[in-house]
């Protein structure tokens, strides 16, 4: 009898073990379905697919030579990518939301959110190191919305989930949500130049307001570099060869500040037909060419010179600038730019 009761307390405790483990794992799946949020292994996504609800849409897709395009005509910003890269691998949900705000925040979501889809590359068949028959499969479907009133977090909600979540990204100080931009000028790589000296046939730059300081520079066959004032196309015989191969080589990474094509149009059409400052024209070998023009930055109120009592009126920090065939218009800093608008007297001085 006492071995019967024994039995039976055992047998007891058992089954309240494995109901308590059930229960656990039915929760977990439940939690699973709509918290993975992360994709481990971002070297398989192969393309990325956002859009918000006012038809703003970029498609990222990644090229055989691992860099990244853009709406099927831009290069993607290679930093830019890195992080959403690193992000999307790192999401956490924090917590579900509360009951009370379930209804808004579902509101919420179906009016303002980005909608983000994620595909990877995988293999029908897959043993051990052998794989057979690649294929790319839609990974993730989730909307992301707007940050936590404590700016902590973000809202999302899983495709084909029932209930939004707070997501996270651990070690980040603020919200994932402005991570997930569906507009195209937050991707787009911001060079106007971007080009090394076996590329490059001749750079024309033209000092439009001081045409004596204008000039071409020829490259002759990756050997030698020769110099020519525009004025008259009268070649100059001694000039500082080191500066001026400077010069050249600074066209590998010149990039612009911001996008302003949205600048309102008429401001924008002033600022156009006002002189330009300069024009510098890049032609490459292989019969194409690239442009910029630059033109001043007034500003709001004229300052005075501290050094010599001058009145400035133009930003002299930044200025605007024309590039990519005319259609991009854009803010330079003279910090990067002045690398290569380098006077011709430059050159010449004794």
């Known amino acids: 009898m006492r071995k019967n009761r024994i039995f039976l307390t055992i047998t007891l405790l058992l089954a309240i073990v494995a109901a308590f483990l059930l229960y656990n794992r039915s929760n977990t799946t439940l939690k699973a379905e709509i ?14 697919f956002m859009a918000d609800k006012s038809n703003n849409k970029v498609l990222l897709e990644r090229r055989p030579d691992g860099t990244w395009s853009l709406n099927g005509k831009w290069d993607a910003h290679v930093e830019n990518m890195n992080t959403f890269l690193n992000t999307i691998s790192n999401l956490s949900v924090r917590e579900p939301v509360a009951r009370a705000a379930h209804n808004n925040i579902i509101k919420l979501l179906s009016t303002k959110s980005v909608k983000v889809e994620i595909y990877q590359n995988s293999y029908r068949i897959k043993i051990g190191n052998f794989r057979l ?22 809202f999302a909600l899983m495709e084909g989930a029932d209930s939004p979540v707070v997501i996270y990204m651990p070690g980040l100080r603020g919200y994932v949500a402005t991570r997930f931009s569906p507009l195209e000028t937050d991707w787009r790589v911001h060079t106007v130049f971007n080009k090394k000296l076996p590329d490059i046939k001749e750079i024309r730059l033209e000092f439009l307001q001081q045409p004596e300081q204008s ?19 009268q070649q100059i015989e001694r000039f500082d060869t080191l500066q001026l191969m400077s010069f050249v080589n600074a066209f590998r990474n ?25 024009k510098i ?12 023009k630059t033109f001043g930055r007034k500003l709001p109120v004229p300052e005075i010179d501290v050094f010599d009592g ?4 133009h930003d002299r920090d930044r200025m605007y600038a024309l590039v990519n065939d005319d259609k991009d218009f854009v803010i330079v800093q003279f910090f990067v ?4 608008l380098i006077p011709l007297s430059f050159y010449t001085r004794q």
Request: hydrophobic fraction near 35%.
């Open 254 to 278: 010149i990039r612009y500040e911001a996008l302003l094509n949205d600048m309102e149009p008429t401001r924008k059409d002033s600022i156009m037909q006002s002189l330009p400052l300069h």
């Open 310 to 313: 001058s009145t400035v009126i």
């Open 281 to 292: 024209t890049l032609e490459l070998k292989d019969g194409t060419q690239q442009t910029a």
């Open 337 to 340: 730019f002045d690398k290569i």
């Open 215 to 233: 000039y071409r520079v020829v490259n002759n066959n990756n050997q030698s570099l020769s110099l020519f004032r525009l004025s008259d196309n």
């Open 35 to 48: 918290s993975d949020f992360s994709i481990t292994d971002t070297a398989s996504v192969s393309r990325i």
């Open 133 to 154: 028959f690649p294929y790319e499969k839609l990974a993730k479907t989730y909307y992301i919305g707007d940050a936590t009133m404590d700016n902590s977090g973000t």
